[in-house]
């Protein structure tokens, strides 16, 4: 079993099990960018499986940096509607607990519409 056969079980076999190596202190929690190099690497395995017949054996290296990048942008993307969603959100919620104000300016809009018919 050569090195890279190796590892890449030991970190298979961490994923399946990952709350052992965290919960002992043995390995501790990846971090954001050492999840997405992962996810990325699987993702590039995965298109140059795919397509390697077809594209060429290259395929798989060349997407890699493609898809972290493209990883990159998701997660600010996400990040900014995650925002959007809690402002629309807090507005809502402001809005709806605030009844009365909304009842004397429907009232006041009412009451003008009358006046000017």
Not at 77 to 89: E, F, H, I, Q, Y
Request: with cysteine; glycine share 6%.
């Amino acid at each position: 079993m050569s090195t890279a056969n190796s590892r890449e079980s030991y970190m298979r076999a961490m994923r399946e099990e990952p709350s052992s190596g965290v919960i002992s202190g043995v390995r501790p929690e990846p971090s954001l960018e050492e999840a997405r190099t992962e996810l990325a690497q699987a993702i590039s395995r995965v298109a140059n499986n795919i397509f390697k017949d077809k594209y060429g054996p290259l395929v798989g290296v060349i997407s890699e940096p493609a898809i972290n990048e493209f990883l990159k942008g998701f997660e600010m993307n996400l990040a900014r509607a995650k925002g959007d969603v809690t402002l629309v959100a807090q507005e809502l919620s402001r809005s709806s607990y605030s009844t009365k104000n909304k009842k004397t300016s429907l009232t006041r809009c009412w009451m003008n519409h009358k006046e000017r018919k």
